[in-house]
Structure formats: C-alpha cells, structure tokens
C-alpha cells in the first residue's frame, strides 16, 4: 500500500536560508508525486510535481524537489527563504493500489520564516 | 477562468440537521473528490469519483454521502451531522486521478 511521510511537523528558518522539507513515500509501482502549498485561510495550490520524466522538478516561486527513488525521497528545497513562503507544506503520491488510484496527502509541514 | 467552486464557505449547523455542500469545477474534469483537514492529520479522502455515476470510498466516508448526477458537479451530503465531522472540507477536480489537482477555497463546518 502507498503512504506518504512528511518527516518534520515544523520547520523554522531564518529569512535568506535555505528550505528543506522532507517527504519519503512508499509505492509499489511508478508514482506520480507532489507538493502543494496552504496558505493561512487560502484553499491548495500546486507547488510542483514529478510524473517520471526528469527527476529534478522545477516549481514556482523558485521551489525545487528531486527524486530519489532508491532512496524513496521526494524532499522540497528553495535555495533563500521569503516571509511569503510561510505556509503549510503537504506531500502527494498517486498510484495505483489494488486496481484503483489514490491520491494520498502526508499530513503536512508548517513553515515558519523568521525576520 | 478555471475553477472549483465550494459553497457554503462557512457553516455552523446542530446535531442531525441534514446538509449538503456543493461543488462545482467548470475544466471538464472527470475526476472529482472530497477531502477533510484535520489538524495533525493532514487530508484525507472521503470520496472520490472517476465519472459521471461512479462515486467510491476514500478513507473515510462513515456519515458521509456524494453523488455525480452530472460531469462539473459532486455535491457531498451529511445526512445526519455529529460533532466529530466539524472540520474543513476541501473539494477537488483533476484530468485524472494521478494528475495536478485543482482544490476549492475550502468549507469550514462546525456542527454543535
């Protein structure tokens, strides 16, 4: 069976440093991967997402992911964190289990940008 | 402009009283779903459709109900409210199940 974990609940960092958000996910077959941003009232938006082509995915607002399969990683970075980058961070894996596809949510990283 | 729409945004309801909150999406997509968001937990589906009259469980759909009468809309249905569905409901809409999907500005109930 799929699952997602996100390895940090929260995560601190200080404006101008780098961001690393962790997620290891397990799968039996070739998932398809995401990350999505919540901001504070706000609805989900898609940062980036992985569908078996180049393993590192470029996103918006300067997010970046790679994956890892040997490693079963797929861990979001931004190289100098913004105020505006503050928000809820929510890992995706897609596959396929048992003949249906799930859609399956890590349950999130809060980060926190300090001035 | 491409859109999933949820409506109420906000509801407060009691024990028992029957609701439904709609959802909308005008991209044609043909999978749609529900979501809850529980703090610690994450999202976790409800229910999900792959087209029109064809609805299945997600993980939790105990006190839930949806229907697919037609391709843009996926209402979800409480029947019977209780405490323990006060949360925030996220609807979703996407080409296909393992591509990006598109989510709602969210409903927040509170049932007392």
């Known amino acids: 069976a799929q699952s997602v974990t996100q390895l940090d609940s929260h995560v601190s960092v200080s404006e101008g440093t780098p961001v690393l958000l962790r997620c290891n996910y397990s799968s039996s077959y070739s998932p398809s991967l995401f990350w999505y941003v919540q901001h504070p009232n706000k609805g989900l938006q898609l940062l980036l997402k992985y569908t078996s082509a180049a393993t590192l995915v470029k996103g918006i607002n300067g997010f970046e992911a790679e994956f890892k399969k040997s490693e079963t990683s797929f861990h979001l970075t931004k190289p100098s964190a913004h105020m505006s980058d503050a928000a809820e961070y929510f890992c995706?894996?897609?596959?396929?289990?048992?003949?249906?596809?799930?859609?399956?949510f890590g349950t999130g990283t809060r980060l926190k940008v300090l001035a | 402009e491409a859109q999933v729409t949820q409506n109420p945004r906000y509801l407060i309801t009691v024990t028992g009283k029957k609701l439904t909150v709609t959802c909308s999406q005008n991209?044609?997509?043909?999978?749609m779903s529900w979501y809850r968001q529980d703090p610690g937990l994450g999202l976790r589906q409800i229910y999900y459709s792959m087209n029109v009259e064809v609805t299945d469980k997600g993980d939790v759909p105990e006190g839930y109900k949806v229907s697919r009468k037609e391709k843009r809309n996926f209402p979800l249905i409480l029947e019977s409210p209780s405490p323990n569905q006060t949360s925030l409901y996220f609807c979703a809409s996407s080409y296909r199940v393992d591509t990006e999907a598109f989510f709602g500005q969210g409903t927040r109930l509170t049932v007392v």
């Open positions: 995706v894996v897609s596959d396929q289990d048992s003949g249906t596809y799930k859609y399956i």
């Open positions: 991209m044609n997509h043909e999978y």
